[in-house]
């Protein structure tokens, strides 16, 4: 019994110990203000941008170790702007990546400009990502 407990505290403390990081951030794109959640698991990387509490939709990509084509698959309504931008943050993480953008605006010139504000971020915050 006693084993189980140490046990079960070292994984608990691994699982504290870097196993996730979460990391928030926010910019000003254009005339609205955008906020941004980064969540790193070992293997993967959720990504949330909106300007308020939502989860409107959600889309995965991951690059195959076999194909040298990006897997992006929409589960929930996605613009097909922002599912671009995902194949080429899978690409560039080497990770699976999940992606819920709750935003109306899907031109592709503010598209763009989130996409290069996580770039930013992931230039600036390596660790983060």
Known sequence: MEEEEE?????AAAAGGGGI???DFS???GEQRVHFHAM???DSL???????PALASLAVAMCSPRVSVRVVSLLVKITSTSSLSLS??????????????NLQNT??????????????????FPEKF
Request: aromatic share 10%.
């Open 7 to 11: 046990a079960a505290g070292e994984v």
């Open 27 to 29: 910019g000003r794109l």
């Open 107 to 124: 031109d592709s010139n503010f598209t763009l400009l989130i996409e290069n504000r996580i770039k930013e971020e992931m230039m600036a």
């Open 40 to 42: 790193r698991l070992r």
């Open 21 to 23: 990081a979460l990391h």
């Open 88 to 101: 080429q943050l899978a690409s560039k993480t080497k990770k699976q990546i999940f992606v819920s953008y």
């Open 46 to 52: 959720f990504l949330w941008v909106g300007a308020s």
